[in-house]
C-alpha cells in the first residue's frame, strides 16, 4: 500500500436511497474514528457508490416508528457524526454524483470542498416535513452561501442542480456526468491527487488555522496562524522541502 494515502468513503445502502438509518450512522462514525487517528491518511473523500443518488437524507421509514424522544437522540447522533466528520484533520471532499438531500447535504456540507455533476440535485428539505435541519445545516449552508441566500434554500425547501449550486457557491466545481454516473468521484480524485505532494502536517495545520479562524475576530485568527505555522518549523519535513528546492527535485515528505 502506498504511503500517500487518498481514502474513500462509499455509501452503499442501494435499497434505501443511501438514507441514514441508526446502522449507516454506526458505521459512518465508525469509519471517521478510525481515520481521525490513521496518520498515513492524506485526503478523504466521501461519495456514494449507488447510482444516480448520493444520499437521500434521514431515514424516515425508520424516523416514524421512532418515539419522540428516539427522534432526539438520533437527530444528535447525527449531528455529532456530521461534526466528526467536519473535523477530521485531513483534507475532505465530496462527489456529489446524484442527489444528496437533507442530511445527505448536510453531510456534503461538513466537507472541505464539495464537487457535483450538474445533474446531480441538492437542498434542504427539511421544512417540508414541518422540521428544521438537525445536522448543521442551519449553521453550515449560511457559512458557505452566505445568509440571504442560505434561509431562502432553508425556507423553499428548493432543490438545486449542479450549475445552480456552482453558481451560488454551494459548491466549488461542477462536472458534466458521465456514462460511469461518476464524474464528481473522478474530479474530486483529480483534486485529491493535487493535495498528495504538499507537507502532511502543513495540511493538517492549514485546516486548523482557517476553521478556527473563521469563527473568531482577524487578531484572534491571525494569533492562531502565528501558532499553527509554528508547529511547521521544527519538522523534518521543511528541512527536506528546503533541501529539495536546493537540489531541484521533488520533495520526499514523511509527515515528520
Sequence with gaps: LSPLRIVVLGLNRSHAKNALNKNLLKMMSKAVDALKSDKKV??????????GIFCAGADLKERAKMHSSEVSSFVSKARATVNEMANLPVPTIAAID?????????LALACDIRVAASSAKMGLVETKLAI????????RLPRTIGVSLAKELIFSARIVDGEEAKSIGLISHVVEQNEAGDAAYRRA?????????????AMRVAKLAIN????VDLVTGLAIEEACYAQTIPTKDRIEGLLAFKEKRPPRYKGE
Design 42 to 51: 492524506r485526503t478523504v473523500i466521501f461519495r456514494s457508490e449507488v447510482p
Design 98 to 106: 446524484g442527489t444528496a438531500l437533507g442530511g445527505g447535504l448536510e
Design 132 to 139: 428544521i435541519p438537525g445536522a448543521g445545516g442551519t449553521q
Design 189 to 201: 480524485l483529480a483534486l485529491a491527487r493535487e493535495f498528495l505532494p504538499q507537507g502532511p502536517v
Design 212 to 215: 478556527q479562524g473563521m469563527e
